[in-house]
């Protein structure tokens, strides 16, 4: 049941806390995403960690990696291992770098809760002991939560819907229209006219210097 869609997994790295990946195949079609898995271990040894991402990679045939940058666990995303074995087989490896984007209202971790509402995420129906925690960490999770409170599958899941948003942009021919840095207003005053509307509408406005 997964042909045709784009498997995006999103890896939350941690030494000492839990890491935590998550896998989404999207549709692009439909703009529907599906959790395919979700795994969450405490005290990943780097071993570990490659050794997930390359079970992963061929259990579900994953097309792409998106994987937390910040600060020791930059050495991920720079692994000579792990960057050969991805890239001999096509899948593509991006690091991320979390900031106060992750507040973000549409943007952030909490827009994830609209396309919940919209059924366009889907949970798995086996109800894996890191399900559970997923949904038990979306329900809790809120901006700038106290520190101890897990968050790291959220995180993960964060990480692959980013791209799923990216590619759903492109799929609609929205990826020119659609900025962070505008408001909603300005969102909504934007429409799509033809060539011709665009050069009555100019030659209207500026006379008759349109020929």
Same mark, same amino acid.
């Given at each position: 049941?997964?042909?045709?869609?784009?498997?995006?997994?999103?890896?939350? !790295?941690?030494? $000492?806390?839990?890491? @935590?990946?998550?896998?989404?195949?999207?549709?692009? $079609?439909?703009?529907?995403?599906?959790?395919?898995?979700?795994?969450?271990?405490?005290?990943?040894? !780097?071993?570990? %960690?490659?050794?997930?991402?390359? #079970?992963?990679?061929?259990?579900?045939?994953?097309?792409?990696?998106?994987?937390?940058?910040?600060?020791?666990?930059?050495?991920?995303?720079?692994?000579?291992?792990?960057?050969?074995?991805?890239?001999? *087989?096509?899948?593509?490896?991006?690091?991320?770098?979390?900031?106060?984007?992750?507040?973000?209202?549409?943007?952030?971790?909490?827009?994830?809760?609209?396309?919940? #509402? %919209?059924?366009?995420?889907?949970? !798995?129906? @086996?109800?894996?002991?890191?399900?559970?925690?997923?949904?038990?960490?979306?329900?809790?999770?809120?901006?700038?939560?106290?520190?101890?409170?897990?968050?790291?599958?959220? %995180?993960?899941?964060?990480?692959?819907?980013?791209?799923?948003?990216?590619?759903?942009?492109?799929?609609?021919?929205?990826?020119?229209?659609?900025?962070?840095?505008?408001? *909603?207003?300005?969102?909504?005053?934007?429409? $799509?006219?033809?060539?011709?509307?665009? *050069?009555?509408?100019?030659?209207?406005?500026?006379?008759?210097?349109?020929?």
């Amino acid at each position: 049941g997964m042909e045709g869609l784009r498997l995006i997994a999103g890896l939350d !790295p941690a030494i $000492s806390g839990h890491t @935590a990946a998550v896998c989404l195949g999207l549709d692009r $079609s439909t703009g529907k995403r599906w959790v395919v898995d979700v795994a969450n271990r405490q005290g990943m040894k !780097p071993d570990e %960690m490659r050794e997930l991402i390359k #079970e992963w990679t061929i259990r579900y045939g994953i097309h792409e990696w998106r994987i937390e940058k910040n600060a020791f666990q930059g050495f991920l995303t720079q692994d000579t291992e792990v960057r050969s074995f991805l890239a001999t *087989r096509g899948v593509t490896l991006s690091d991320h770098f979390t900031g106060n984007n992750k507040h973000d209202a549409e943007f952030g971790v909490a827009a994830m809760s609209h396309l919940f #509402e %919209m059924g366009l995420i889907k949970l !798995p129906r @086996a109800q894996t002991e890191s399900v559970k925690a997923l949904v038990a960490q979306l329900i809790s999770w809120q901006p700038k939560l106290p520190k101890g409170v897990k968050t790291d599958i959220v %995180m993960a899941l964060w990480f692959a819907e980013l791209r799923c948003q990216e590619l759903v942009d492109v799929a609609t021919g929205g990826l020119h229209t659609k900025s962070m840095f505008q408001t *909603r207003y300005d969102r909504s005053q934007q429409r $799509s006219i033809t060539y011709e509307d665009f *050069r009555d509408e100019a030659f209207v406005s500026a006379g008759s210097w349109w020929r």
